[in-house]
């Protein structure tokens, strides 16, 4: 029932900055906490941020910490990834996310979006 929506991804150079939406609906939205993955081609799904439902606590994965905050607007049933100082190396598909709980875990996370592409050039 639940369904996430991203947007937002595309393609930046290097040193530029994204940010990636994602929208909400189908469930009540206070209930879970919201993470951010990503996927490169011939890599695992790899964790990059989780928020509690309240947006009071926020966690990344270390290659993104200091350069990417996340952000949820309860209101608005919005989540947001604010991606700055992209590097080559951020450049995958991501995927918004949404669990009963903050975890970091691929496998804990019960409904994903479809995936919004984001492309970093040097």
């Known amino acids: 029932q639940v369904q996430l929506v991203e947007s937002g991804g595309g393609l930046v150079q290097a040193g530029g900055s994204l940010r990636l939406s994602c929208a909400f609906s189908?469930?009540?939205?206070?209930?879970?906490?919201m993470g951010w993955f990503r996927q490169a081609p011939g890599k695992e799904r790899e964790f990059v941020a989780v928020i509690s439902w309240s947006g009071g606590n926020a966690y990344y994965a270390d290659s993104v910490k200091g350069r990417f905050t996340m952000s949820r607007d309860n209101a608005k049933k919005t989540v947001y990834l604010q991606m700055n100082s992209l590097k080559p190396e951020d450049t995958a598909v991501y995927y918004c996310a949404a669990s009963g709980f903050v975890n970091m875990n691929v496998s804990l996370f019960d409904y994903w979006g479809q995936g919004t592409q984001v492309t970093v050039s040097s």
């Open positions: 189908g469930g009540i939205f206070i209930h879970y906490a």
